[in-house]
Structures are given as structure tokens and as C-alpha cells.
């Protein structure tokens, strides 16, 4: 098995480990972000996530979708 050193001298690997480490860090900031939009603008995607906010008629508006938030979740996709 390859010593650590060997590992780290490795470009390939090295560039992995980088890139795989950006995604993870864009993926985990852009999804509390989308998780912000939601709560501040109170516009949820199911019936299950606005149980705590509203009861009733006036809980099916909260299901809708926002410019603000669509733009968020778009951004988790692209490059």
C-alpha cells in the first residue's frame, strides 16, 4: 500500500481531492442558502414543509414557487 507522501505527490489525486472539496463546500453553503430563501420568503415545495407556519386555506398559498428561490436552486446546478 502506498505510503501517505506518495499519495500527496500525486497531481491527479491532488486535483481530485481539490475540486471534490469545492463541490462538496458549494453544494452544502448553496443548500442552506435555498433553505433561507424558503423560510424567508415562506414559499415551501410540499404541504409537509409549511406545517409549523400555517393551518388551513391560508397554508395552500405558501405552496407556490419564487423568482428569489428558483434562482437560488438554479444556481446549485450550474457550473
Same mark, same amino acid.
Given at each position: !500500500?502506498?505510503?501517505?507522501?506518495? /499519495?500527496?505527490?500525486n497531481e491527479v489525486l491532488m486535483a481530485?481531492?481539490?475540486?471534490?472539496? %469545492? %463541490? /462538496?463546500? *458549494?453544494? !452544502?453553503? !448553496?443548500?442552506? +442558502?435555498? +433553505?433561507?430563501?424558503?423560510?424567508?420568503?415562506?414559499?415551501?415545495?410540499? $404541504?409537509?414543509?409549511? +406545517?409549523?407556519? +400555517?393551518? #388551513?386555506?391560508?397554508? *395552500?398559498? /405558501?405552496?407556490?414557487?419564487d423568482e428569489k428561490v428558483e434562482r437560488?436552486?438554479?444556481? !446549485?446546478? #450550474? $457550473?
Open positions: !500500500m502506498a505510503n501517505l507522501k506518495q /499519495l500527496m505527490d481530485f481531492a481539490s475540486y471534490a472539496t %469545492i %463541490i /462538496l463546500t *458549494k453544494m !452544502m453553503f !448553496m443548500s442552506s +442558502a435555498t +433553505a433561507f430563501q424558503r423560510l424567508t420568503n415562506k414559499v415551501f415545495a410540499n $404541504p409537509e414543509d409549511y +406545517a409549523s407556519f +400555517a393551518k #388551513g386555506e391560508n397554508a *395552500k398559498k /405558501l405552496v407556490r414557487s437560488v436552486r438554479s444556481q !446549485m446546478a #450550474g $457550473p
